[in-house]
């Protein structure tokens, strides 16, 4: 089992992987951390080339992202975490691919465990929101946290191809930056018994409270994570358009 956690953008989103890492460590979780990137991002420069081999607690994966034209759209930002997860899949072992602002704060390594071997898995978004272009209604979960709990590699070579599929099957209805979430809902549905939900808590939403001691990874989902990360570049209220560049619409 690796942690993965994907990362793209320009040098500024670097101190938000760097505050992922710091309180990933004071989680205790032991896991080895992969961060998945693109070309070009800066690394924490702690962090080596991912050997599949290897023993470091601290690895980055970097894709070509260019070669994947048919999942990124201009200026549709999460395109690219669809893009990096999909290919790192087919390198990694067994998995969580995490946000960068999906925060370990209790180590979450006996919930982990007693997962079952699934190809997949999502949890519950905090909004419900219905995808357009489908056939019945199907649930839209949250892709800040997905599961890969397969090494096999025809099931992560089928996880992509349906990634892609799906991608652009749904992509005409639903031509906004929540494609990728989207997408990965859909496929969910489609595995049937070999995908699953996640627990709330491993990829927790403010909107069900703060109070709840039960989460391990709580994710601090939309503008307010800017407010406590140290270093950043930028000090305006629209932080992650500006910081997404081009990327974000």
């Not at 956690?5 to 309180?23: I, Q, R």
């Not at 890969?148 to 089928?158: K, V």
């Not at 549905?189 to 069900?208: D, E, I, T, V």
Request: with cysteine; net charge neutral; aromatic share 12%.
């Amino acid at each position: 089992m690796v942690i993965g956690v994907s990362y793209f953008g320009n040098k500024a989103f670097l101190p938000l992987v760097n505050t992922w890492l710091d309180v990933y460590k004071r989680s205790g979780c032991k896991y080895r951390v992969v961060i998945i990137t693109d070309l070009d991002a800066i690394v924490p420069p702690d962090s080596v080339p991912y050997d599949v081999n290897g023993t470091k607690a601290l690895s980055h994966l970097r894709i070509d992202v260019s070669l994947y034209p048919e999942i990124i759209r201009k200026k549709k930002a999460f395109d690219m975490q669809g893009a990096l997860s999909t290919q790192a899949i087919q390198i990694l072992p067994r998995c969580l691919i995490v946000d960068a602002d999906a925060f370990f704060v209790k180590d979450p390594t006996p919930l982990i465990e007693s997962l079952p071997h699934a190809v997949f898995g999502m949890t519950e978004d905090p909004v419900t929101r219905g995808i357009k272009g489908c056939t019945g209604t199907i649930t839209e979960y949250n892709a800040g946290v997905l599961y890969y709990g397969t090494d096999s590699r025809e099931d992560r070579l089928e996880l992509a191809k349906l990634y892609r599929d799906t991608f652009n099957e749904l992509r005409p209805a639903n031509d906004n930056i929540m494609l990728e979430q989207i997408t990965w809902s859909v496929v969910l549905h489609k595995l049937k018994a070999r995908g699953f939900q996640l627990p709330r808590a491993l990829n927790w939403s403010r909107m069900w409270g703060k109070n709840n001691a039960d989460y391990s990874v709580f994710h601090e989902h939309g503008p307010d994570k800017w407010n406590f990360i140290q270093g950043l570049e930028l000090n305006s209220i629209d932080k992650p358009k500006s910081l997404y560049r081009d990327y974000y619409n």
